[in-house]
């Protein structure tokens, strides 16, 4: 299995970011497929998570309304568009590969991407 | 939200036992899985749904789940152990179900 995120980066309070998750090595369809923040010093906060058609979505209350999950399957790429941000979005944005079956858990990681808001 | 409290930081000496406990209203209900994150890395997955181990993952390491509590047990500590540890649970009837512990630094002396 590889995950490789990319996109992270400084951006304004208010602004937009789209991060990308290039999946290797598995049947990335067949999968669900979550993002998993990590703030500085802080713990995993679970962000949003798709099912494997993509028609199925989660999301962490703390960014329901602003962020929206994508995946696109015959590019094996997932996607995070994150709209409106604010300074408590910095973190580091972790792409995991979910178990095959709900009761979802993180199977594999990436190794994130760092994204930091600040004016 | 379901919530997941995890204690302050474990302190254990080599060769010794270290137990880290994660507590949730009637966590014995759901399936709980944990993680390891050393620093400066990723997280990976040491045990799910509550007793398995991943491959790669070595049998030192344990789980339990019972009741309002959870138990991620590592056996014959060894320096390598040393991380942050959180657990985690997916509960399906919530709209917002990926929940995570707070972590627990575990220190070896």
């Known amino acids: 299995v590889q995950l490789l995120e990319s996109g992270g980066g400084l951006v304004r309070p208010g602004g937009s970011l789209r991060l990308s998750c290039a999946a290797s090595?598995?049947?990335?369809?067949?999968?669900?497929m979550s993002w998993v923040r990590q703030a500085p010093g802080k713990g995993l906060e679970w962000v949003s998570t798709i099912g494997g058609d993509g028609d199925t979505t989660y999301y962490a209350n703390s960014v329901k309304g602003r962020f929206t999950i994508s995946r696109d399957n015959s590019q094996n790429t997932l996607n995070l568009q994150m709209n409106s941000l604010r300074a408590e979005d910095t973190a580091v944005y972790y792409c995991a590969l979910c178990s095959v079956t709900s009761p979802y858990y993180f199977d594999y990681w990436g190794q994130g991407t760092l994204v930091t808001v600040s004016s | 939200s379901y919530v997941l409290t995890q204690p302050p930081p474990v302190s254990v000496a080599p060769g010794h036992t270290a137990k880290i406990t994660c507590g949730g209203n009637n966590i014995g209900g759901n399936s709980v899985h944990w993680y390891q994150q050393r620093p400066g890395q990723a997280p990976v997955l040491v045990v799910y749904?509550?007793?398995y181990r991943p491959s790669g993952i070595p049998e030192r390491f344990s789980g339990s789940n019972s009741g309002n509590t959870a138990i991620l047990t590592i056996s014959r500590v060894e320096a390598g152990d040393e991380a942050d540890y959180y657990c985690q649970v997916w509960d399906s009837t919530s709209d917002h179900p990926g929940v995570f512990g707070g972590g627990t630094k575990l220190t070896v002396l």
């Open positions: 749904d509550d007793t």
């Open positions: 090595r598995f049947p990335f369809s067949s999968y669900a």
